[in-house]
């Protein structure tokens, strides 16, 4: 078993061999150039990408953004990662469709063991997230977590535990406080209901068609 097959594993590892450390240059380096990207250079900025991502991608990343490798991140369509987003992926990172981040989300998919003599050495476990979720802002999700499609994480979260689909789940450590209920689809915020006449106006304003 090499380096990588260990990471992938889930056991123990170093990351100075195997060319690991040019990878992780190489993704700094289209992490700066994303990063230092005009708001107006759409195309430079998809461009990129592509590369940091290694496949063609329809999703909308608000630099800045930050990562270890690029390479190791999975997303979906429609996903929207918005700023200061950072993604520590040694192991793999799945995102699913219409995943929404708020800003200063991490994602961390490598721990270290607790005793200082072996603190050197690093483990990975991949992190999943299904389709739909929303997670808020200034959310931690730790190493090993899967998020259940259509949950919404609130902001500044510290995920330690898995997350059941169609939850609300908030704190740190984070809970599940409720799931998303049919209430959810009459009420916006708090006590703000859904008004026909008004998602007909957003859909109109925006130039697109109301659901």
Excluded at 18 to 32: C, G, S, T
Excluded at 125 to 131: A, G, H, N, Y
Excluded at 161 to 172: F, H, L, Y
Excluded at 183 to 211: A, C, H, I, S, W
Aim: glycine letters at 8%.
């Amino acid at each position: 078993m090499n380096m990588r097959e260990r990471i992938l594993a889930g056991k123990l590892f170093l990351d100075d061999c195997e060319e690991l450390p040019e990878e992780r240059m190489l993704a700094k380096r289209r992490m700066v150039a994303l990063n230092q990207t005009s708001p107006d250079d759409l195309e430079k900025r998809f461009k990129l990408l592509d590369e940091i991502f290694g496949i063609k991608i329809n999703a909308w990343v608000e630099p800045p953004f930050y990562f270890c490798y690029g390479r190791n991140i999975e997303i979906g369509e429609e996903c929207f990662l918005n700023m200061g987003c950072t993604f520590i992926d040694d192991a793999k990172i799945k995102i699913g469709n219409k995943v929404a981040f708020g800003p200063g989300v991490t994602i961390a998919t490598v721990g270290h063991p607790i005793h200082p003599d072996y603190r050197r050495l690093m483990y990975g476990s991949p992190v999943t997230i299904e389709e739909n979720c929303w997670i808020g802002a200034n959310t931690t999700i730790c190493p090993g977590i899967t998020i259940g499609k259509n949950s919404v994480i609130g902001a500044g979260s510290v995920v330690t535990k898995d997350i059941p689909e169609n939850s609300v789940a908030v704190g740190n450590p984070c809970k599940v406080i409720r799931k998303i209920s049919e209430k959810d689809r009459q009420f916006y915020y708090r006590d703000e209901p859904f008004m026909k006449e008004d998602l007909e106006e957003v859909y109109r304003l925006n130039g697109t068609d109301y659901m």
